[in-house]
């Protein structure tokens, strides 16, 4: 079955960095386009950056470009995103989720999300 | 303000039916493929609906999806207590270059 782990998450002072993994097994991780998407406390989904199944192109919402990168390891089935200049505002739970296809939109499965908090 | 909007909550009797929208614009809903995620409290995000229409396997009949130009619709039927939920549409925005979603919408069955 399909799994998706992330690890990374914790608390972290503003202007640091941060990477976030997720381990993927259960399906073929090289053939599928995977996103990372964040839920704010108390709010609504927000979807952060998304990879192509060969990592030839990556998209990122306007609130994180120039500050966070999304990478895969097909080799090693993980998605990660590296987190820099952090602020406030990114505190949120971070979700990874497979596409339903190569490159897409279709979050078809996620993960449990892991909790990152920006404070000092 | 979210590219999508949704209505901040909706409600029925158990059994009864509702339905969700989520209104877009060409650049977004109009021109690309819509999701719907059910999201119940204290848990990771569920895909029910893609590319409009489509339910994933497991999903029952109960939920339904529909687009006509901007604006899609999440509908469910035979409400149940245990489809208490946040609900959310999804889709690429071609002018963004980036995903969206809604707002998401609190479903309560009273």
């Known amino acids: 079955q399909v799994q998706l782990v992330e690890s990374g998450g914790g608390v972290v002072q503003p202007g640091r960095s941060l990477r976030l993994s997720c381990a993927a097994s259960g399906f073929t991780f090289s053939s599928y386009g995977m996103h990372w998407v964040r839920q704010a406390p108390g709010k609504g989904l927000e979807w952060v950056a998304d990879i192509w199944h060969d990592g030839s192109n990556k998209y990122y919402a306007d609130s994180v470009k120039g500050r966070f990168t999304i990478s895969r390891d097909n080799s090693k089935n993980t998605l990660y995103l590296q987190m820099n200049g952090l602020r406030a505002e990114d505190t949120a739970v971070y979700y990874c989720?497979?596409?339903?296809?190569?490159?897409?939109?279709?979050?078809?499965?996620w993960g449990q999300g892991t909790l990152v908090t920006v404070s000092s | 303000q979210s590219v999508l909007t949704q209505p901040p909550s909706v409600s029925a009797a158990p059994g009864q039916k509702v339905t969700i929208s989520c209104s877009g614009s060409s650049s977004n809903i109009g021109s690309n493929y819509v999701s719907w995620y059910q999201q119940l409290p204290g848990t990771a995000p569920k895909l029910l609906i893609y590319d409009n229409t489509k339910r994933p396997s497991g999903i029952p009949d109960r939920f339904s999806g529909s687009k006509s130009g901007t604006s899609a619709t999440l509908g469910i039927t035979g409400l149940q207590t245990g489809d208490e939920a946040d609900y959310y549409c999804?889709?690429?925005?071609?002018?963004?270059?980036?995903?969206?979603f809604g707002g998401g919408t609190k479903l309560t069955v009273l």
């Open positions: 999804g889709t690429w925005d071609r002018s963004l270059s980036a995903g969206v």
């Open positions: 989720a497979k596409d339903y296809y190569a490159s897409g939109m279709v979050k078809d499965y």
